[in-house]
Antibody
Framework: QVQLVQSGAEVKKPGSWVRVSCRASGGTFNTYAFNWVRQAPGQGLEWMGRIIPTLDIANYAPDFQGRVMITADKSTNTAYMELSSLSSEDTAVYYC?????????????WGQGALVTVSS | QSALTQPRSVSGSPGQSVTISCTGTRNDIGWYNSVSWYQQHPGKAPKVMIYDVTKRPSGVPDRFSGSKSGYTASLTISGLQAEDEADYYCCSYAGSYTMIFGGGTKLTVL
């Protein structure tokens, strides 16, 4: 059973950047895709992008293109999401979600979420 | 890319059936059979309940079923139980290696 453990809560200033990590255990890291999904307070889910570690290829949602970077470290089974030019609208819980690498594959495994608060 | 359209809320009594719709476009639901549904209880991470329109992951009760017609996918929950009260989100492949979620539906079990 795959488990995803994310880094802790962060408080950031507007204009800065944040990096959230997601460490996988209990499965074969390279066979999965790792997606990032965020949820603003009281709002719905929003897909940000994904990476397939074995291919080292990342894809991003149009709304985040140019502001987000998703990477993976195969040596530590860890995926990372970096979001820059933060504003108060980026205050949200950020989830990593693992699943198959095929296009459209469901998100089978979820991390516990990491709350990022952007405030001056 | 606009979010898929879901009703804000639905409700039903224990034992009844409810259906949640999810409407997209020809570029997502209308073209691909990669629709999934997620259940989210307050303060918890989402859980996949249906994938590839109609498939159920191991451990998900067969009270949950999915379907699709044209640009609209649907999740039906039969024999409603109190623990089904949650938020439900649809999600579809949208081409160009991207995914898109619906706005979410709050299910209330009366």
């Amino acid at each position: 059973q795959v488990q995803l453990v994310q880094s802790g809560a962060e408080v950031k200033k507007p204009g800065s950047w944040v990096r959230v990590s997601c460490r996988a255990s209990g499965g074969t890291f390279n066979t999965y895709a790792f997606n990032w999904v965020r949820q603003a307070p009281g709002q719905g889910l929003e897909w940000m992008g994904r990476i397939i570690p074995t291919l080292d290829i990342a894809n991003y949602a149009p709304d985040f293109q140019g502001r987000v970077m998703i990477t993976a470290d195969k040596s530590t089974n860890t995926a990372y999401m970096e979001l820059s030019s933060l504003s108060s609208e980026d205050t949200a819980v950020y989830y990593c979600a693992g699943g198959g690498s095929a296009n459209g594959a469901p998100f089978d495994y979820w991390g516990q979420g990491a709350l990022v608060t952007v405030s001056s | 890319q606009s979010a898929l359209t879901q009703p804000r809320s639905v409700s039903g009594s224990p034992g009844q059936s409810v259906t949640i719709s999810c409407t997209g476009t020809r570029n997502d639901i209308g073209w691909y059979n990669s629709v999934s549904w997620y259940q989210q209880h307050p303060g918890k991470a989402p859980k996949v309940m249906i994938y590839d329109v109609t498939k159920r992951p191991s451990g998900v009760p067969d009270r949950f079923s999915g379907s699709k017609s044209g640009y609209t996918a649907s999740l039906t929950i039969s024999g409603l139980q109190a623990e089904d009260e949650a938020d439900y989100y649809c999600c579809s492949y949208a081409g160009s290696y991207t995914m898109i979620f619906g706005g979410g539906t709050k299910l209330t079990v009366l």
